[in-house]
T-cell receptor, first 114, second 114 residues
Framework: ETGVTQTPRHLVMGMTNKKSLKCEQHLGHNAMYWYKQSAKKPLELMFVYSLEERVENNSVPSRFSPECPNSSHLFLHLHTLQPEDSALYLC?????????????FGSGTQLSVL | DQQVKQNSPSLSVQEGRISILNCDYTNSMFDYFLWYKKYPAEGPTFLISISSIKDKNEDGRFTVFLNKSAKHLSLHIVPSQPGDSAVYFCAAHRGIQGAQKLVFGQGTRLTINP
């Protein structure tokens, strides 16, 4: 399998549940990202990991907890979410060095919080 | 503060004609710009990019123009084809601690009519 793979593709959870989103990249990249896409809004950068170290956290609420155990895997742990957290969550990867590098995205997890 | 804006949420163009998608940005520190294309139920895929030191980049039917003084870029697709129907995101780049930070616009939904 190639590219960036996200699981699950769809997730429905209650506000008291705990769940995790998983992302795996097979591109040999060493930077990984979580983005959130809400309806009619820009893609919002949530977290950035470079060489497994978190380098950016864009004021994301603590109910979202990222984990990057190695350069190929990225998780987003979810707990006590709110209905307004319903969105498409996209994972991406890139090379951390070099100019003009682009991000490669997974297909996303469509999350619905009831 | 939205640093990258796509003011047209949708655009409808006849097959064979030119499609022009526009994007404005506010931060002069961005060093290159990208266009991504997104089909339903898929992640965004890279289409074309342009460095801030250039004013035009062409790749087949796709051309991106950059006007730095106006902080404006546009994507031209000619001739437009039905398979071009998708949401197009403009993104602006700056590097952060060994990773690539992309700031996205809201997207423009392009529909190509036969």
């Amino acid at each position: 399998e190639t590219g960036v793979t996200q699981t699950p593709r769809h997730l429905v959870m209650g506000m008291t549940n705990k769940k995790s989103l998983k992302c795996e990249q097979h591109l040999g990249h060493n930077a990984m990202y979580w983005y959130k896409q809400s309806a009619k809004k820009p893609l919002e950068l949530m977290f950035v990991y470079s060489l497994e170290e978190r380098v950016e956290n864009n004021s994301v609420p603590s109910r979202f907890s990222p984990e990057c155990p190695n350069s190929s895997h990225l998780f987003l742990h979810l707990h006590t979410l709110q209905p307004e957290d319903s969105a498409l969550y996209l994972c991406a990867s890139s090379q951390s060095t070099g100019t003009n590098e682009k991000l490669f995205f997974g297909s996303g997890t469509q999350l619905s919080v009831l | 503060d939205q640093q990258v804006k796509q003011n047209s949420p949708s655009l409808s163009v006849q097959e064979g004609r030119i499609s022009i998608l526009n994007c404005d940005y506010t931060n002069s520190m961005f060093d290159y710009f990208l266009w991504y294309k997104k089909y339903p139920a898929e992640g965004p895929t890279f289409l074309i990019s342009i460095s801030s030191i250039k004013d035009k980049n062409e790749d087949g039917r796709f051309t991106v123009f950059l006007n730095k003084s106006a902080k404006h870029l546009s994507l031209h697709i000619v001739p437009s084809q039905p398979g071009d129907s998708a949401v197009y995101f403009c993104a602006a780049h700056r590097g952060i601690q060994g990773a690539q930070k992309l700031v996205f616009g809201q997207g423009t939904r392009l529909t190509i009519n036969p």
